[in-house]
C-alpha cells in the first residue's frame, strides 16, 4: 500500500501496514456521501484513490464547492488541528469512484504524539486546501457562467493536470453534470460551452478526461 503515495507519508504507511495505526480502507462511488455537515468528527481521512468534493450547504439549499481533493489528501482534520472534538463543516462527496482509509481520531491523535512530523504533514495539506478554497471562491465569483467554466479547468489543470503533446490532460473522468455540480451551472449549460470551447480549439475530450490545450491561452479569455 505504501508505494501508492507520495514519500511524505511514508512514516505514516508504514504504521498502517503493520497494524500499529488500526484503519479501514472505504470505497464510494461518485455522488456517495463520505459524511455530511453536522456528523461528528470521528475519523480523518486519506484519499488514495480519486477526487472527494468538499463543499457548504446554505440555509436556502444551495451548494457551494470549496475544494477538490486529489489522491494522496487529507480531510477530515478540523477536530485533530484545534484539539477540540467538534462537528463536521463540511460535506464530502465521492466526485469520481474513490478508495479512502480512515483512521479513528483518537488513534491519529496517538499517532501524532509518537511522531511529530505527522503534525507538520497535516498542517502542510491543511494549508494546500485552504489555497485551493480561495481558488474555487475565485472561480465561482465569475457571474459569467463561460468564464466561470474556464477558470475551473484551469483549477483542474494546477491540481490534476498530466502534461502531455496535446497540452495539460486532466486526470479526472468528469461528467458534464459533475462539472455542472461543482460550479453552480446545469449540464445542458455545460455541454453547451464544453462544445465551444472544442470549436475554438481551446480543448479536447477523449473517454470523459479533458485536455486543455493551451492553459495560458484558456486564461486569457477572462483575465
Known amino acids: 500500500m505504501a508505494s501508492t503515495f507520495e514519500p511524505p507519508f511514508a512514516a505514516l504507511f508504514r504504521q498502517l501496514e503493520s497494524g500499529l495505526l488500526?484503519?479501514?480502507?472505504?470505497?464510494?462511488?461518485?455522488?456517495?456521501?463520505?459524511?455530511?455537515?453536522?456528523?461528528?468528527?470521528?475519523?480523518?481521512?486519506?484519499?488514495?484513490?480519486?477526487?472527494?468534493?468538499?463543499?457548504?450547504?446554505?440555509?436556502?439549499?444551495?451548494?457551494?464547492?470549496?475544494?477538490?481533493?486529489?489522491e494522496n489528501s487529507v480531510f477530515g482534520v478540523l477536530s485533530l488541528m484545534t484539539g477540540h472534538r467538534s462537528e463536521r463543516f463540511y460535506h464530502a462527496v465521492a466526485f469520481t469512484p474513490v478508495d479512502l482509509i480512515a483512521i479513528p481520531i483518537d488513534h491519529m491523535e496517538k499517532?501524532?504524539?509518537?511522531?511529530?512530523?505527522?503534525?507538520?504533514?497535516?498542517?502542510?495539506?491543511?494549508?494546500?486546501?485552504?489555497?485551493?478554497?480561495?481558488?474555487?471562491?475565485?472561480?465561482?465569483?465569475?457571474?459569467?457562467?463561460?468564464?466561470?467554466?474556464?477558470?475551473?479547468?484551469?483549477?483542474?489543470?494546477?491540481?490534476?493536470?498530466?502534461?502531455?503533446?496535446?497540452?495539460?490532460?486532466?486526470?479526472?473522468?468528469?461528467?458534464?453534470?459533475?462539472?455542472?455540480?461543482?460550479?453552480?451551472?446545469?449540464?445542458?449549460?455545460i455541454t453547451r460551452l464544453l462544445g465551444d470551447l472544442k470549436k475554438d480549439n481551446l480543448i479536447s475530450i477523449y473517454k470523459k478526461k479533458i485536455t486543455v490545450r493551451d492553459p495560458v491561452k484558456l486564461g486569457q479569455r477572462f483575465a
Open 111 to 189: 499517532a501524532v504524539r509518537t511522531d511529530p512530523d505527522l503534525s507538520i504533514l497535516l498542517y502542510q495539506g491543511l494549508a494546500a486546501r485552504v489555497l485551493q478554497t480561495e481558488m474555487m471562491i475565485e472561480t465561482l465569483a465569475h457571474r459569467d457562467m463561460g468564464s466561470r467554466l474556464e477558470s475551473f479547468l484551469l483549477v483542474l489543470c494546477r491540481d490534476f493536470g498530466v502534461p502531455t503533446k496535446e497540452g495539460v490532460t486532466i486526470d479526472l473522468r468528469l461528467s458534464h453534470q459533475a462539472i455542472a455540480e461543482a460550479i453552480g451551472s446545469t449540464r445542458v449549460t
Open 22 to 70: 488500526p484503519s479501514t480502507t472505504e470505497h464510494y462511488e461518485r455522488g456517495k456521501t463520505v459524511f455530511f455537515p453536522g456528523d461528528p468528527a470521528e475519523r480523518v481521512y486519506f484519499l488514495m484513490r480519486g477526487a472527494v468534493k468538499l463543499s457548504r450547504v446554505y440555509e436556502r439549499g444551495e451548494e457551494i464547492t470549496v475544494a477538490l481533493l486529489r
